[in-house]
């Protein structure tokens, strides 16, 4: 069992990440997930960055306790989590996460968990710029109701 | 109001603070009162995510020099911050001393790094 979890604060490839997530394999399925920021934002129309701030130790820390879970919970082998903090522009990638298990359902469903949990718990404060603007966004309603999935 | 105090630089860049110590709702003059100097220390406190807009990233208050709880801490800032009253107020702040987040019981020393984070946007 391997678990791979990072703060990039630069740019980061995800097919990479993926290559190299995939590169000694020996589960039957992998699933992985990326995530990237979009141009329009929830309060600014036009956005030219959203800005994660993070706080020294323990925003890895809150991701290596939710990659944990995500492994104690389902039979996965292996699982990464990459994040990036700081000035990200649109169309570059904010997460990556993959999960390796025996059967695709484990790996599926540990992607899903771990992105829910991600959302709406990893210690990141983020903010939308903008058109002379900036706003500081919390997760959605909706992003709380899929992390409550997990919680039965 | 449950005390007033009185504060005046001392030495070694520390704080001298005459706290007259009152009973809540008993009477402000009488017996009741007792006078007494605690040893003050100034410690930075970070401020992040959308506190740091009106507060900057770091703001200074004064605890005592043995110590004091989260919720001392919080009173301290409200009372040497006012701007900052307001958003202190959301119950949901947590602070993270030394690298942890902690509830409102927990110590707070000169020395620890202390930071206040505003409900997490999540990634």
């Known amino acids: ?152 | 109001m449950p005390f007033a105090y009185f504060a005046s630089r001392g030495q070694e860049s520390r704080w001298k603070v005459r706290i007259s110590l009152m009973i809540e709702n008993q009477q402000v003059e009488g017996p009741n009162m007792t006078t007494t100097e605690v040893a003050m220390e100034e410690i930075d406190v970070e401020l992040c995510g959308k506190l740091a807009d009106c507060g900057g990233e770091v703001v200074k208050t004064i605890i005592p020099v043995a110590g004091c709880t989260v919720e001392a801490l919080f009173k301290s800032l409200h009372r040497q911050h006012p701007q900052l009253g307001e958003l202190l107020s959301d119950r949901r702040i947590k602070v993270c001393v030394n690298f942890s987040i902690v509830d409102a019981n927990a110590s707070v020393a000169v020395g620890d790094q202390v930071a206040l984070f505003p409900p997490v946007s999540g990634g």
């Open chain 1, 1 to 152: 069992m391997s678990v791979q979890v990072s703060l990039a604060t630069r740019l980061f490839e995800p097919a990479d990440a993926l290559r190299s997530f995939t590169a000694e394999i020996e589960e039957g399925a992998i699933v992985s997930f990326t995530g990237y920021a979009r141009a329009s934002g929830r309060s600014i129309k036009q956005i030219d960055a959203m800005v994660l701030e993070s706080y020294r130790g323990v925003t890895l820390a809150s991701m290596k306790a939710i990659a944990a879970d995500a492994m104690e919970r389902f039979e996965v082998e292996r699982c990464v989590v990459i994040h990036r903090a700081g000035r990200i522009e649109p169309k570059e990638a904010i997460v990556f996460v993959a999960a390796a298990s025996t059967h695709r359902r484990a790996a599926f469903e540990a992607a899903d968990y771990l992105m829910d949990r991600l959302k709406t718990e990893a210690v990141f404060w983020k903010r939308e710029e903008g058109m002379g603007d900036r706003s500081w966004i919390e997760p959605t309603g909706r992003d709380y109701v899929d992390a409550a999935r997990w919680n039965s």
